[in-house]
């Protein structure tokens, strides 16, 4: 809870925290904030925002409604985003406190796959992955973590490395502790501060990552999300531009937050290690 | 040299030093003696101004004769940890002799000559050679030896040093503080160094300041406070001191509350 | 006589440093019979820390025999070593460092129960503050954090968890230096009460001599990884027969106004 206040306390941490939680709020309000289904077909083509009080936003091409692709699309960003930066912080986190852990042949196996999908850009890896597999959400989430957990991975690896030497962790080995007991109870908690800070990045590639697969197509058909939006309104940009700008300010708002709320937490946890 | 005038120093709402008035003559040894808790090393940090950023700091400190020193010209300090202050990444010749080239003007190359006499007068072997080596190829003793030498490059009239010798083991701990003594008698440098240990104050100081829990207890010539110590708890520590006179009873004295000293049964 | 408790023979570790290979155990021999204290001395970099590490096998010698309680330590790995690790324990330099930050006095006190399922889960906390009680901690101290505590506090919590499991032998790898010198004759006494009232042996790793001959019966000198000297702390202080000793008796601090 402390981590919290101190965060809160500065300027960034705050800011980010409140776009963030509004975000959220709003992700989760979806059904309620704009029922119904957010593809059908709500009223005239092309209608500008502030023209008509039941479409604030305007409608696209086909006549939907601006306002609630962009709350639903904000549900789909978030929960793609999340997902994919956990699945991606979950894989990285366990590769790099083994590597870290048992060093040896283990390390040099695994960071050497590591590399190897570093010298491909992530975004091909994703994009690859998606489509063999197809356009499901699982496999966008999946998609966009195969991109993205080498660098947690390789911090999780530094910091692993750095504490595996402290006393602790040799009265764990004399007090007959198994090595991955060791290493994942004793020693990857303490390791965990950087990565944590990292998170916030990952999310918000992922929101980028996430957009620009649905721009390009790849994404869920079944849902609207940002990229889709922009999309759709690409063909139309120069007699309706607002179809491909409010979801971009949505983008830029949401990465905006995570960093912000990432930054606050990465100096609130650091404010914590001085004090220890 | 210095006058410390009703010092205190605050981190956030946490009082570490308070009211501390004591003040050193040129070429005079002062030791400031206390365990951790006492704000010996605060005391220190402020004499170098090296206080983290957050402290709150009410009296003053003056150097009469130095006006506004300049750490690292005027004032050369060493730590407990001599890794800590040395930077890994550089070798120990760039080091010692970017402290003589920013401080005395001198050249790279007098500044490396100058180092390495440095070295060799700490006891450092082959120095011509160690000059290009780094932090980690020396043992913690060396590491030492070389903190001191960088803390005296720019030939300083005040040495500060924290605990210099309590990471290191007796026999090297004897060596430094040989070589200490021996700097303060030939330069005429005016020493303050924080230790814990009683014996390293009688043996290397000419004052002693006995500090426990953010307070002064006691202050004066190290054969007046040592032989007729006016504080229990300096009497308590002169007590238990452990060495090789240590009476062999079957257990050790301890210091108990109010500073008492008791032996219990074994 | 009996079987000693622990005897090292022909011990050898080198290590690659800078390029070079270095002997820090360079053959060493040593026995500790059961419930005594055998102090290893030296400066720093003797190799006496090595040894230690290699008798708790944390790391690996090179050559050598170590047996302990009959057994030969080398030869065991896995399962069989760690259910070896109950008899044999370590209290490390340094306490600060020596505790998972993240884990309270009750968990460190209980791991060593849990891991080796000594007591059911709900004896655990019971059976801590009696080992807290052991060391003379106030039993108000289990729930908290390694960094909430005092250096001597921190010291006694790694005494307390060396005992957990009823020991026969207990490393002390410089037990006192890193500790105020107001608790470090208290920290001493409370390892000589443990000895007397559970028969537990010490091997003592200090560079200290005042500390070697406060608590250990016998002293092995060491310096360049091998053992330059053994017997009796009185006989070995009273008339060393090395340089090495000379010197470290010399290196004790003492009062010169005493």
């Keep these: 809870m402390n981590v919290l206040r101190r965060m809160l306390a500065t300027g960034e941490g705050l800011a980010g925290l409140a776009m963030l939680s509004v975000l959220v709020a709003v992700a989760l309000a979806a059904p309620l904030l704009a029922p119904g289904d957010p593809l059908a077909i709500r009223g005239d083509p092309l209608l500008r925002p502030f023209q008509e009080i039941a479409h604030p936003l305007g409608t696209d091409r086909l006549g939907r409604d601006v306002l609630s692709a962009l709350i639903h699309g904000a549900r789909t960003s978030l929960l793609v985003a999340v997902s994919a930066a956990a699945a991606a912080l979950f894989i990285g986190i366990t590769v790099g406190t083994i590597a870290g852990f048992l060093g040896g042949w283990v390390d040099e196996v695994l960071m050497r796959v590591a590399e190897a999908f570093q010298t491909v850009p992530a975004f091909l890896l994703t994009l690859a992955l998606i489509s063999v597999t197809g356009p499901r959400a699982t496999t966008i989430v999946l998609g966009i973590a195969i991109g993205a957990w080498m660098q947690p991975a390789r911090i999780t690896r530094a910091e692993i490395l750095s504490l595996r030497e402290r006393d602790f962790v040799a009265a764990a080995r004399v007090v007959g502790m198994r090595p991955l007991e060791i290493a994942f109870r004793e020693v990857l908690p303490n390791a965990l501060t950087p990565v944590v800070s990292l998170a916030a990045v990952i999310v918000a590639a992922a929101v980028l990552i996430e957009a620009a697969l649905s721009f390009l197509g790849f994404g869920d058909p079944n849902r609207v999300t940002w990229g889709s939006m922009i999309a759709e309104g690409r063909t139309v940009l120069r007699r309706a531009p607002w179809l491909s700008i409010i979801p971009g300010i949505g983008l830029v708002l949401t990465v905006l937050a995570v960093h912000l709320t990432g930054r606050g937490i990465g100096h609130a946890l650091r404010a914590r290690r001085v004090v220890a | 040299m210095f ?179 021996g700097l303060v008698r030939e330069r005429g440098l005016t020493l303050l160094f924080v230790t814990h240990d009683i014996a390293l104050a009688s043996m290397l100081a000419d004052e002693v300041a006995v500090r426990h829990g953010g307070r002064l207890l006691e202050a004066g010539p190290v054969q007046q406070v040592f032989r007729t110590p006016a504080h229990a708890y300096t009497r308590a520590l002169l007590a238990t001191r452990l060495d090789l006179d240590t009476p062999l009873a079957a257990r050790l004295p301890e210091i108990g509350p109010d500073f008492t000293v008791r032996v219990p049964n074994g | 006589m009996a079987e000693a408790l622990l005897e090292v023979r022909g011990l050898h570790k080198r290590f690659a440093r800078a390029g070079r290979e270095v002997a820090a155990v360079d053959g060493v021999d040593l026995a500790i019979a059961a419930g005594s204290t055998v102090a290893l001395a030296g400066a720093s970099g003797c190799g006496k820390s090595t040894l230690a590490r290699c008798v708790m096998r944390l790391i690996a010698p090179d050559a050598g025999t170590i047996r302990f309680a009959g057994t030969d330590l080398l030869a065991l790995g896995g399962a069989r070593l760690r259910a070896l690790r109950p008899r044999f324990q370590m209290v490390f330099q340094d306490p600060s460092t020596a505790f998972n930050p993240r884990a309270t006095v009750l968990r460190a006190l209980s791991d060593p129960l849990r891991v080796h399922g000594l007591a059911p889960p709900a004896q655990w906390r019971a059976r801590a503050l009696e080992l807290l009680d052991m060391v003379r901690l106030p039993a108000s101290l289990i729930d908290r954090r390694p960094h909430e505590l005092s250096g001597g506090q921190r010291q006694r919590v790694a005494i307390a968890r060396a005992l957990a499991t009823n020991p026969d032998l207990v490393v002390l790898d410089e037990p006192v230096s890193a500790l105020d010198v107001s608790v470090r004759n208290a920290v001493l006494n409370l390892l000589m009460d443990v000895q007397d009232r559970t028969g537990v042996a010490y091997l003592l790793i200090s560079h200290d001599l005042a500390v070697v001959r406060a608590i250990a019966g016998t002293v092995a000198i060491m310096e360049a990884g091998r053992i330059v000297e053994h017997g009796s702390v009185t006989e070995v202080f009273a008339h060393p027969g090395t340089v090495t000793t000379s010197r470290l008796l010399a290196a004790v601090p003492r009062l010169p106004l005493a």
Aim: charged share 15%.
């Design chain 2, 3 to 181: 006058a410390v005038q009703d010092l205190s120093v605050a981190y956030g709402r946490v009082p570490a030093l308070s009211g501390v008035s004591l003040s050193l003559a040129q070429g005079r040894r002062l030791a400031v003696l206390g365990e951790s808790g006492s704000g010996k090393s605060t005391l220190a940090m402020a004499l170098c101004g090296l206080l983290p950023a957050g402290a709150t700091v009410l009296g003053g400190i003056a150097f009469p004769s130095l006006g506004a020193p300049v750490l690292g010209r005027d004032i050369g300090v060493v730590f407990q940890d001599p890794g800590g202050s040395l930077n890994p990444v550089l070798t120990i010749g760039e080091q010692i002799a970017e402290v003589a080239v920013v401080h005395r003007g001198q050249s790279w190359r007098s500044a490396r000559a100058h180092a390495a006499r440095l070295l060799d007068r700490m006891g450092i072997p082959h120095p011509a050679e160690a000059l290009r080596r780094h932090p980690h190829e020396f043992s913690g003793g060396q590491r030492q030896r070389i903190a001191l030498a960088a803390a005296l490059a720019a030939d300083p009239v005040l040495l500060i040093a924290d605990e210099p010798t309590s990471a290191l083991d007796t026999v090297v701990q004897h060596a430094i503080v040989a070589l200490l003594d």
